[in-house]
């Protein structure tokens, strides 16, 4: 990877005076430096609400924001700008879609379909919608290796299904689920598919028109960009369809005493003021990501998570969920036999390694593994092999410890 020390200036600094290891992209990516660049630029001289200005400022903050809308449909190959809608990130985007789409074709005695390896964010929302139509809610089985269990998915996607939702990689087991294959079993029922993306987007290509996804969701800090900002694809004939999720300025065109017309799409959607940095920042994310080029991050990441099952395998105290032959991004959750995951978190981070502990907001497929909380390691194109040899190195001296 063309990856410079420079690129992440956040990484040069000592944690409990040792270098750190960040570890935790899963939850949140690092910000390379010319990300950080195009926020700067933005505040510093073009700051300015969009849509709504006709001096300077604002035209140059609109072609910007507008701009960043191009990048994402390029990089994720929608067919049409219009079909990318700004959201605060992957909750919000799919919360949308269940207030909008899901309020308006879900009914009494239909059915919704997600798996045990959902984030929260792909769990609650769909809850409170079943609950709110008085649909129901079923789940998809995982195999014994942690991959979702197709024959269960065919099972479980009836004629009374009207949304599936599930997610492309798994934010604890790292599997990739193959989103084709759950497209053609969701539109042979006459479904649509809503993807969470928020785990695969920075870390492997995407076509979201190969993959049929009718609703494709992601959050911009997970791949390099701020905080804050997200994304809603949909094909635009369902777009079109659906009433917006929130409602104020800048959404509409015209208002009277008693009634309003709202704009085209994607801004039909985008109520308020948006976060205009956010986009930008996620578009210069995306600049540095294609100099990078997706298919190569897959590549590194994977090398990178082979070596470090390949060093974990070796100590004896370690369970790792999840199987080494599946297809996987840079995710190994685990455990230590006799160690909290909490307690081998913090001593972890006592030699400068950062891990997320806890059950990764992914309570029911903790429930599923028989476990109540693991610890997870995430990679990302700017870690090494040193990382993960100073990782186990750790490991084995935190296991050295306790035994003692």
Request: overall charge negative; proline content about 4%; some cysteine.
């Amino acid at each position: 990877m063309k990856i410079k020390p420079s690129d992440f200036p956040i990484l040069a600094q000592q944690v409990n005076q040792h270098r750190l290891v960040y570890l935790d992209s899963a939850a949140t990516s690092q910000k390379p430096a010319s990300v950080l660049a195009a926020l700067n630029q933005y505040y510093t001289h073009d700051n300015a609400n969009v849509h709504r200005g006709i001096y300077d400022l604002s035209q140059r903050a609109t072609t910007a924001y507008e701009l960043a809308r191009d990048k994402v449909q390029h990089f994720i190959h929608a067919k049409k700008r219009e079909e990318i809608l700004f959201t605060r990130g992957t909750t919000e985007a799919i919360n949308w879609v269940a207030q909008t789409y899901g309020m308006t074709h879900i009914n009494p005695s239909d059915e919704i379909v997600i798996s045990y390896m959902e984030h929260h964010a792909n769990i609650v929302p769909w809850q409170q919608l079943a609950k709110q139509r008085g649909a129901t809610l079923k789940y998809i089985r995982l195999a014994a290796n942690g991959t979702l269990d197709m024959h269960d998915a065919d099972k479980q996607i009836t004629a009374r299904t009207k949304i599936v939702s599930i997610t492309q990689a798994s934010n604890v087991l790292g599997v990739v689920n193959p989103i084709k294959q759950i497209a053609a079993l969701a539109h042979a029922q006459h479904a649509v598919l809503l993807v969470d993306g928020a785990q695969s987007v920075p870390h492997m290509p995407i076509d979201v028109q190969q993959l049929d996804a009718d609703f494709f969701v992601f959050s911009g800090h997970k791949m390099m960009g701020p905080t804050g900002i997200g994304v809603l694809y949909g094909k635009r004939d369902l777009l079109a369809h659906i009433p917006p999720a929130q409602f104020g300025g800048e959404m509409v065109t015209t208002v009277s005493q008693n009634d309003a017309h709202f704009q085209p799409l994607p801004w039909r959607f985008e109520a308020g003021t948006p976060n205009i940095a956010g986009a930008i920042g996620l578009g210069a994310a995306i600049d540095y990501l294609l100099t990078l080029d997706m298919v190569e991050v897959a590549k590194y990441e994977q090398q990178l998570t082979q070596y470090a099952l390949e060093s974990l395998h070796k100590i004896d105290a370690i369970t790792v969920y999840g199987a080494d032959d599946v297809h996987q991004t840079g995710i190994i959750t685990f455990n230590m036999a006799g160690v909290h995951a909490h307690d081998l978190a913090t001593a972890l981070d006592q030699l400068g390694i950062a891990v997320r502990a806890g059950h990764h907001c992914a309570q029911p497929l903790m429930r599923y593994l028989g476990v109540a909380a693991t610890v997870r390691m995430s990679f990302y194109v700017y870690n090494t092999l040193d990382d993960i040899d100073d990782t186990v190195a750790a490991i084995k001296e935190i296991k050295d410890y306790f035994k003692k």
